[in-house]
């Protein structure tokens, strides 16, 4: 099917490209630091195959295959990206930008490109996907949202094919498609075989095609196998049961059954509920309930096969994932190109169909005029208008169900990145460099309370030195001491302890200055002697001073 060159530079340029925008200017979260730590361990020792987890470096990241961290890794060791939060990002938003082209094909596919445009229109201003390990986020949620729809599109387009070898590219890309969900977020990919394989048993028409084509599938099945299975055997020998029993037991059961984190308990309905409200948040959620509901009237109507792969693409796996107890929002990442495309759909229809209806009216205004007024003067106010005004009342029909207001929303928040964590930890690089010693960090937090995004930033300032703060005599040197003067990593528990010892140990006057400092949620920067340069004001302003 080819798309129409207008509308699809149109996507390109408001909606694939702005996803690149100020990609490198915030620090890295938790979830991105730990992915972000596996891809530098691969860079600093070689290991491919078993990438490490932190903050501790020799611990293994068995959780998930790691074809994402090997797809970030790759082109910054060849030196193609850059070792920094852009350079780790890049394959994300990439990946985000290929899934709304896949998404305005899909529209296209079912109702022209008003339907394409307004379907991608409406995830763009979906600001979670965007900012909450999302599409600008080094995770796995963009690769994963990109499998399911390429693989829906190619299964759309096999299925439509009538010679061969078109039948057997996209039959081939549906399964390469599978492989990056699957060997980048392992069991969340799953419902995309699940959903085609519900579609082919349930629509007669994919049913017939199938049976034509079981030889082909079964090849591609065979494809999927040999790419997948050959990590899976290796962790396996190498670790044995403790693998199987992290990725799938902690991983899998746990996360459905239990939950690692009780922050990530939630009632079934939490989904629901969370997207109503985010739908909200941009003005969207008229449009994409009311498009879900006409696109499942006209796949009743018209028995669609598309409109059916559609709704079991997002009813089957909010079904399942609502049952489970631990639930996290980017969970329903994949399932959220459906919705979008029932809003862009009822967009489409409107456009489509208005014309018609605002011809006929204009025609019987025209009649009616003609009766009471010469036919001259008629002609000169009506003549014409009938055949102009139809489109243009169409195109101001859809532009008032547009969700605008979300569009420009997520495009403020593509420009207000912020690094604390990555500024502090270059500029206390830069005053070490400068005084030509390597002073290193004294490190005061429990293994259990660091973040990763903390260790993340603050590993490379080595080496760190752990003292008993039991006995402030460490402290006191290191924040007084000028030959001592180093930054302290300390959890916020450890430093009000010091600090009433202090006060009970020396009297007021005898105190020394509080020395400046940066706050991380509850770790604490103290920044004594010369690395006071690097407190709030110089952090803030990216500059090392």
């Known amino acids: 099917m080819s798309l129409s060159r207008p509308w699809l530079a149109l996507v390109l340029a408001l909606f694939c490209l702005p996803l690149f925008v100020g990609l490198g200017d915030s620090d890295l979260d938790d979830d991105e630091a730990s992915y972000s730590f596996a891809v530098d361990r691969i860079l600093e020792v070689g290991e491919w195959l078993t990438p490490h987890s932190g903050p501790h470096d020799g611990r293994p990241f068995l959780e998930i295959p790691p074809l994402k961290f090997w797809i970030v890794a790759a082109p910054i060791r060849l030196g193609l990206l850059p070792h920094n939060e852009f350079g780790l990002r890049f394959w994300d938003a990439l990946f985000g930008g290929a899934m709304f082209l896949y998404v305005f094909a899909l529209g296209s596919r079912l109702a ?53 070898v078109p039948r057997r590219r996209h039959a081939v890309l549906v399964g390469l498609y599978f492989i990056l969900g699957f060997l980048t977020a392992f069991a969340a990919a799953l419902f995309l ?32 196998l040999a790419l997948s299975v050959p990590w899976f055997v290796y962790a396996s020998v190498k670790f044995g049961s403790f693998f199987w029993r992290l990725i799938l037991a902690d991983s899998v059961y746990t996360g459905f059954f239990g939950y690692l984190n009780p922050s990530h308990v939630h009632p079934w309905y939490y989904y629901l509920e969370t997207l109503y409200r985010r739908l909200a948040d941009a003005d969207a959620g008229p449009l994409v309930f009311g498009g879900l509901a006409v696109l499942i009237v006209q796949t009743i109507r018209r028995r669609s096969a598309e409109g059916v792969a559609l709704l079991l693409w997002v009813t089957v796996p909010l079904a399942v994932i609502s049952a489970s107890t631990s639930k996290g929002y ?12 029932g809003a862009g759909y009822l967009a489409g229809l409107v456009f489509m169909l208005a014309p018609a209806p605002v011809d006929r009216a ?71 460099g400068q005084a030509g010693a390597d002073g290193g960090l004294q490190v005061e937090v429990p293994d259990g309370v660091f973040s990763h995004s903390v260790n993340y930033y603050f590993r490379s300032i080595r080496p760190w030195q752990r ?79």
């Open 112 to 164: 022209g490109p008003v339907c394409g445009a307004t379907a991608v229109l409406v995830l763009f201003g979906h600001w979670p996907l965007l900012v909450d390990h999302g599409l600008r986020s080094n995770g796995m949620d963009a690769a994963l949202a990109l499998s399911y729809c390429g693989g829906i599109w190619h299964f759309f387009a096999w299925a439509s094919s009538a010679e061969s």
């Open 193 to 224: 075989p699940l959903i085609v394989g519900m579609a082919g048993l349930l629509v007669p028409e994919y049913r017939r095609q199938l049976v034509r084509d079981w030889r082909l599938w079964c090849g591609v099945c065979a494809l999927v």
């Open 330 to 341: 980017h969970h329903i990442y994949p399932f959220l190109p459906p919705l979008a495309l």
């Open 362 to 432: 204009l025609d019987a205004v025209q009649r009616a005029a003609a009766s009471f007024a010469p036919k001259a003067v008629a002609a000169l106010a009506l003549a014409g208008a009938n055949r102009r005004a139809g489109p243009v009342v169409a195109l101001v029909l859809v532009v008032g169900l547009l969700p605008l207001s979300g569009y420009y929303q997520a495009l403020a928040r593509l420009e207000h990145g912020k690094r604390p964590l990555g500024n502090a930890r270059d500029c206390v690089l830069h005053v070490q």
């Open 467 to 545: 003292a008993d703060t039991s006995v402030p005599a460490s402290l006191d040197a290191s924040l007084n001491d000028p030959s001592q003067h180093r930054p302290i990593l300390i959890w916020d528990l450890r430093y009000q302890e010091y600090r009433r010892r202090q006060a009970v140990s020396a009297p007021a006057w005898a105190q020394r200055v509080v020395s400046p400092m940066l706050t991380f949620a509850d770790i604490l920067l103290l920044l004594p002697g010369p690395y006071a340069a690097c407190s709030a004001d110089a952090a803030g302003s990216g500059e090392p001073h």
